[in-house]
């Protein structure tokens, strides 16, 4: 008869105890003093720390979601979900930091609006807080804003992906920047005119091909000026014209028809139409623009990125053109 083991954590089928008792004491409250007891990481020798003993430039947390205050262009607070990343760097010498820092450095200030000094004040809590010399922060958001329909005269809400982006470093500086999604239609040059070409020599009818586009604008803003959400977007809609639509009727599918017809456009036009209207906006220090167009013709899509071209910023240096799927 083979002997009845007994189990660590549960009840065995004999009916022995576990040995280790599992409980959890509601009533138990953490005093200071018991506080003072718990073992802490980071007075962790340097021989605690695994692997090379190197600096880290990025460590921190991602997705971690709250409500947040915004202000209109118009002065009105929307409270919308955001998703917050914050990092800091990390010294050699530290085996590493303490995550839920970042996230109370950030609960400090939920309740105020959010403004790029908010951004900053969250930044240097950041580097107070970790002893770090470099932090930065994005909060990511969809931002709502209302729109009418071409010809029917209906109102409907268009939501933009949306993130503010600071980035302090050891030496002091503090920047800005915008992330900004804008969805619109590309009717292909090439297509109408060869529609067109069979009209008239064959009296063949056929559909020029268009899609849903993509272009994704990063920007920093200059030192000392402000640009709005509705801005960045006053700028997409005056380059490309031809956003796509919330509220449609037979009138509107209609008039986004002639919109197309008298907007074609390449996915290099698009990106020449875009930096004709970010360079010559003052507020901005510099931009990199990304488009894609999901292409109806081809198994593949049509890509461009173009960037202001200013000394030390941003390069054409993007690849991630799957995140530009809409």
């Not at 809590?125 to 002893?131: D, F």
């Not at 804008?182 to 060869?194: D, I, N, Q, T």
Request: hydrophobic share 40%; net charge positive.
């Amino acid at each position: 008869m083979s002997k009845k083991k007994q189990m660590y954590l549960h009840r065995s089928a004999s009916g022995a105890a576990p040995k280790i008792t599992r409980g959890y004491d509601k009533k138990f409250r953490a005093t200071a003093a018991y506080r003072a007891t718990l073992p802490d990481m980071m007075e962790a020798a340097h021989d605690a720390v695994h692997g090379t003993l190197v600096p880290i430039q990025q460590v921190g947390v991602h997705n971690f979601k709250l409500p947040l205050k915004f202000r209109t262009k118009k002065g009105k607070v929307l409270t919308l979900e955001a998703s917050v990343t914050g990092t800091v760097s990390l010294e050699a010498d530290l085996k590493g930091i303490n995550m839920s820092r970042i996230v109370r450095s950030f609960y400090e200030h939920k309740h105020a609006v959010f403004t790029g000094e908010w951004m900053g004040q969250i930044l240097r809590a950041y580097l107070r807080n970790v002893k770090s010399k470099d932090a930065r922060l994005k909060v990511s958001f969809s931002y709502p804003m209302l729109h009418r329909s071409l010809r029917s005269e209906l109102d409907g809400y268009q939501f933009y992906n949306v993130a503010f982006e600071g980035v302090m470093t050891r030496d002091g500086t503090w920047r800005r920047f915008i992330h900004f999604d804008f969805v619109y239609s590309s009717a292909c040059p090439c297509s109408a005119e060869l529609s067109e070409h069979a009209r008239d020599t064959r009296g063949v009818y056929t559909v020029p091909h268009s899609q849903r586009s993509k272009a994704r604008i990063v920007l920093e803003e200059a030192e000392g000026r402000r640009i709005w959400i509705e801005d960045v977007h006053a700028l997409c809609l005056k380059a490309l014209q031809t956003e796509t639509q919330v509220m449609v009727k037979r009138e509107d599918e209609q008039a986004f028809a002639e919109l197309n017809g008298a907007h074609l456009k390449f996915v290099e036009d698009a990106a020449r139409q875009l930096y004709r209207e970010f360079d010559a906006e003052r507020r901005i220090r510099d931009f990199q623009i990304a488009c894609s167009h999901l292409e109806s013709l081809h198994s593949h899509d049509a890509v461009s990125v173009i960037c202001k071209g200013v000394k030390g910023g941003f390069t054409a240096n993007f690849m991630d053109f799957g995140a530009l799927v809409c």
